[in-house]
């Protein structure tokens, strides 16, 4: 079977189980790049090599993942962002394209020389580490809730060579001591989060792979969908330099809601951030 025969045919059964002709193409692409492990960009310069025996029982158990409902970035066990490939699994949230915004955001603000930059809800890590990729003269401290998202996230740390990065257990901005040392003053330059922000009452209308293979604790914001958030905005002043830089992932819907729970006399320049598809995502403040 050649790579071009494994695509149609992995193409069409993912189309009999449901996905549409254009999604179906782009999965089948995906299974079968990572069955012989190449990017999906390199296909075309193999559309005539044989897949062996191994490569093929793969391929397959694979796809019998992905018809049973398995997201495919669970399937494949990775998934880029930023441009860099991440380990992914049940163990925190996919990362979606439009968590790209909060860090081009924030690498094209100006910042000190040597930023010292907290991830709070960093999940898989995929902002705190690309933050202290992209600025390597940062420090960046991700914390989590979740004890296995924070495996999850230092495994990515490692893979992706991050030393200025680390993770710790904690609830939201709550570091230990002992970790937050490497501050001179106890004082942050920036703190993003994307924190769960779908309000409890709409959990069970989501989509069953989202409902089924996301952790419960990385979607539930609570009555409103701003629980944690709110939590977060009332614990963080104390916690960020004057003219500190906040950058909050958010709801569709919270273009409104979220800006309202900042104390305008403790912060400024509230801003609220829509993404390439026209949809409000994001809202920034300063530091008083």
């Known amino acids: ?5 494994a695509i149609q045919e992995v193409s069409g059964l993912l189309g009999t189980a449901g996905s549409d002709d254009d999604s179906s193409l782009w999965q089948a692409k995906v299974l079968v790049a990572h069955a012989i492990t190449i990017k999906p960009s390199q296909l075309h ?21 992905r018809i049973s409902g398995i997201p495919l970035q669970h399937v494949i ?18 990362p979606r394209p439009e968590t790209e915004l909060l860090v081009e955001f924030i690498t094209k603000t100006e910042l000190p020389s040597r930023p010292l930059i907290l991830d709070v809800g960093t999940g898989s890590g995929i902002i705190g580490i690309t933050l202290a990729l992209e600025i390597p003269q940062s420090k960046v401290i991700g914390t989590d809730i979740s004890t296995s998202a924070v495996e999850l996230a230092n495994e990515n740390r490692k893979l992706l060579n991050a030393e200025n990065y680390s ?3 904690c609830h939201l901005a709550n570091i230990p001591p002992a970790v937050h040392s490497i501050s001179k003053d106890g004082k942050f330059d920036v703190i993003v989060a994307n924190l769960p922000y779908i309000p409890s009452e709409n959990i069970s209308s989501l989509q069953s792979e989202v409902r089924n293979h996301d952790p419960l604790l990385a979607l ?15 614990t963080i002043p104390e916690k960020i330099g004057s003219g500190g830089l906040v950058v909050l992932e958010t709801g569709y819907d919270q ?9 305008r006399k403790l912060w400024s320049d509230i801003r609220t951030v829509k ?3 026209g949809n409000h995502r994001m809202v920034t403040a300063i530091r008083r």
């Open 1 to 5: 079977m050649t790579i071009s025969e």
């Open 220 to 234: 539930d914001g609570g009555s409103g969908g701003t629980l944690l958030i709110l939590e977060l905005i009332e």
């Open 45 to 65: 310069l193999k559309h005539d090599f044989l897949l062996d025996l191994r490569q093929k029982e793969e391929l397959f158990l694979m796809v019998e993942k």
């Open 255 to 263: 273009e409104i809601s979220v800006p309202s729970l900042f104390n």
């Open 77 to 94: 066990g990775e998934w880029d962002f930023y441009g860099r490939t991440f380990t992914v699994d049940k163990r925190a949230l996919i």
């Open 167 to 169: 993770a710790a257990n």
């Open 275 to 277: 993404d390439l598809w």
